[in-house]
């Protein structure tokens, strides 16, 4: 087994509204308490709007906060983006960085992910670092080599492991119902891992896409797998503890 601690990151990509992310967040606060010490990390990732109330409500819980995305530069004329050190100011310790989704909606490329994680980990943050194929890459065979350069290129060349964890997202089984295999999973993970070399011996890289409580048991068992990052399913309180429960 991996001395690494399993990750349990809760995307709540763009839901929630005050009330209904105050009593999630509240939820999941209240079951982490009844935990601790917390045997797993756990980090809720709401909306920008609800970054600091759910700070605040988190607090003594043991739960942390991430941002779902920030800027590259510190400050400046960037209308409607958010810097690194503004989710610091909101208690975030981390941020998602090149998730699919505002790869393919925004045309985030591997170079820009790279300048933000930059950003991020200079400003304290640990950054996850999402990669993962289309459909039609894993068709075409030769998936794997395209998340290893994917990954590569989205890191800047000097960068903090302790900073960092991988986020394996195949884009075809986000929000599908659908998964990969786990041998296939644990087999991009391991090439993952082999490309960080050295530095990737601590670096968790843990599994996102469709994940439920009827798959976290098993791809979690799995010891390349530090933990999930988890969509839809962390948008119910029950669900999403029953899921991270699977870490243990
Ligand atoms: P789903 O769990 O809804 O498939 O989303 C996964 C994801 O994109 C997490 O970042």
């Known amino acids: 087994m991996s001395k690494r601690r399993k990750v349990i990151v809760a995307n709540w990509k763009m839901n929630g509204r005050l009330t209904s992310g105050l009593n999630l967040a509240q939820e999941v606060a209240a079951r982490a308490m009844e935990e601790r010490p917390l045997p797993f990390d756990v980090v809720l990732c709401p909306p920008t709007t609800l970054l600091w109330p759910v700070a605040e409500t988190l607090m003594g819980s ?92 989205s890191l800047p060349d000097r960068y903090h492991p302790a900073q960092l964890i991988v986020a394996y997202e195949p884009i075809w089984a986000i929000g599908s ?41 098993l791809i979690m068992k799995d010891p390349d797998v530090d933990g999930v990052l988890v969509g839809a399913a962390s948008l119910s309180a029950d669900g999403f503890w029953a899921i991270a429960e699977k870490a243990q």
């Open 177 to 217: 119902g659908q998964t990969p295999e786990v041998e296939e999973i644990s087999a991009v993970h391991r090439k993952l891992r082999e490309a960080l070399g050295e530095a990737g011996v601590a670096v968790p890289i843990i599994y996102g896409g469709s994940v439920a409580i009827g798959n976290a048991g």
């Open 62 to 153: 043991g739960v942390m906060l991430g941002g779902q995305d920030c800027h590259y530069a510190n400050h400046g004329a960037y209308t409607g983006d958010i810097s690194a050190g503004m989710l610091v100011d909101l208690s975030c310790r981390y941020v998602i960085l090149g998730h699919s989704e505002r790869r393919m909606a925004y045309g985030e490329d591997n170079a820009l992910i790279a300048k933000k994680v930059a950003a991020a980990q200079l400003a304290g943050l640990v950054t996850v670092v999402c990669v993962g194929e289309t459909l039609d890459q894993r068709a075409a065979g030769g998936a794997e080599a395209a998340i290893v350069t994917q990954l590569l290129e």
